[in-house]
């Protein structure tokens, strides 16, 4: 794995140095992909800021909205009690079906309780996820209490410790991601090898592929935390990677500084 200044560098250069993708190609030992982990470890900072803002704009919009219609909660002996009209139901924002449904009565579920994800029973709380129902009973619990206070300084706990760890996630996704086109990419990189007249063995295209992404990626970036979207953006950053590799293969094909390597030989 490079030295983390060392990858920073290639990073800067890539986007117009060939000494950069000369050097990668003739004196760079491995993949490639130890570089562009260290690259997506700091190009995924930026994304891990976007999702903490949306998580709160989640908790404004939609915690927020159920907290506060929410009425307070108590269970004595494994039986939930709430001093409101039942069935209480709770939508979301924008919403028509039901999102939460309090009945604690005796008496059959209500068809909204079938509808709503998140249900609560004099003895259980259901949960629906996509299909995967689950049932929490009650019955260990002798006494709880919980107001508006209590679930908001919860929710904040929750979201505290949600937005730094996303990062872990976020990065692996991309990495993964990241990862494949490289591997992707030096393939076809051998179709511009052989337009080239030049052979790379498939290591060396696939270092040349993981430095190529480098542009792409930080224009990506940029767009993203700039909040600019249009509906070409993913082929634009394609063809600029495409554009890159081909600047790259042509860099080693152009070098006639030395003696080549044993692994790069022009034809």
Known sequence: MLHPLRSWQT?????FSRAVYQDV???WQGSGLGYLFLLLCVTTIPLTFQVARLIDEVKETYVRHVVEKLPALRIEHGILKADVVQPFVITL???EAPFLVIDTRQSPASEAEFEAPVVLQADRMIVDNQGEV???PFATIEAFELDKAQLYAWVDK??????????LPLLAGEFIYRALQAVIYAV???VFAAWLKVRLPYGVLLRLSCVALTP???LGTLFAWLGISFGLLGMLLFLITQGYLFFAIQSLAQDQEGTP???ILEV
Do not use: F, T
């Not at 990073?11 to 986007?15: D, F, N, Q, R, T």
């Open 93 to 95: 924002p924008g919403q």
């Open 134 to 136: 689950r049932s929490y």
């Open 188 to 190: 076809g990189g051998m």
């Open 11 to 15: 990073a800067y250069l890539s986007i």
């Open 158 to 167: 929750v979201i505290a410790i949600v937005k730094p760890v996303a990062y």
């Open 25 to 27: 190609g003739r004196r």
């Open 216 to 218: 792409g990626i930080l």
């Open 261 to 263: 390597p044993d692994d």
